[in-house]
């Protein structure tokens, strides 16, 4: 009787369709490169998603296409910078300190270097995509209505609401943390205007750097922007009925794979260890909520509360439960607590945290 015959292993880099076909990274430009944007799908901190969306920069410009780089990891007010970067009168080595991107972004830079590094080899100009990160955290507390003048400069001509399946995927969202966080209703009116206002601005600056330069645009973004083509996508079509766009995803495992998304890459999830610090957390917006304090843990020793929305660990953003357990470990190494700043019913309280013992 014949052995079993065997799938290969998954190997990091490797592109899949949506009905599981593996496919050469030839076969995956020539479904790509005529397309007028191409959503590349990351988790931020897996440094082999970024290695994989510069290998696709690679292989765009090495197969002849022209096109223009968007990053949703910097917000518009930071565009003279790149122009800067593009003209080669800042060198990679200079640009996060120019961009201040440990604060404006917070993940490692070194993450994103690949990227960069692919850009300046191609002479591939880079654009700025998203909103600043204060325009954002204001409608996510307060509403649109809220913007002062200044804030309301940043805004998209017009902000495309989600399309069913998004809505109801943000309002499961929104109810997995009520009854935990003591805002009213109107706090999931705010959430949802929130989200559709940061896709509408990411696709509103694509489309007009791709009609400024006549050429594709290709689009870095968190997964959750470019899954299903509810986030980016949907506010490109409001714009442009005829784009024609290609969305890839990563993919941490082929039985994964569905046709709900066309193209894939694979590479691993971030292995991390556990350190237990009591918090239960959800997100809401671009914010990470305290859903609950573990009794006698560190976070209740510390003085978390439900509710809490935690605004930096160790010094550095928090947009991830990842930048939780980098905090800690950073901590860990040192001896040091973890100094925490949340916001609790619109005052910043700064919390001390005492590092628990790792399992």
Known sequence: MPDEIREPVPQPGEFYTGDGQRLSPQELVRKIKDKDFVLLGESHNNPCDHKVQAKVM??????????????????????????????????????????????TWGYDFELYRPVFESAKKHGIPVKALNLPSEVTRSI???????????????????????????????????????????????????????????DSKMAEMAVQFGDEHSVPVVVLAGSEHVR??????????????????????????????????????????????????????????????????????????????????????????VREMSDLHEAAVKASETGEPVMFQVLRKASVKSLKLELPGEE
């Open 228 to 317: 299903m083509g509810w986030g980016i996508e949907h506010r490109l079509m409001q714009q442009d009925a005829d784009a024609r766009v290609a969305r890839v995803l990563p993919l941490r495992d082929v039985e994964n794979i569905s046709p709900d998304n066309p193209l894939y890459f694979y590479c691993p999830p971030v292995q991390h260890g556990r350190m237990r610090l009591g918090l239960v957390m959800s997100r809401q917006g671009d914010a990470l909520i305290v859903r609950g304090v573990v009794d006698d843990s560190a976070a209740a020793r510390a003085g978390f509360m439900k509710g809490d929305e935690i605004v930096s660990a160790g010094g550095e953003p």
């Open 140 to 198: 996510s507390h307060y509403g649109l209505d809220s913007l002062d003048e200044q804030k309301r400069e940043y805004l998209p001509e017009k902000v495309a609401m989600p399309p069913e399946g998004q809505l109801s995927f943000l309002e499961e969202q929104y109810e997995m943390h009520q009854g935990f966080v003591p805002e009213d209703r109107s706090q999931l009116q705010h959430f949802i205007q929130a989200q559709s206002t940061w």
């Open 58 to 103: 690679d292989l765009l410009a090495e197969s002849g296409v022209d096109f223009i780089l968007g990053m949703e990891m910097i917000d518009v007010s930071r565009q003279d910078i790149l122009d800067s970067f593009n003209r080669g009168e800042i060198s990679i080595e200079e640009l996060p300190d120019s961009l201040d991107w440990r604060k």
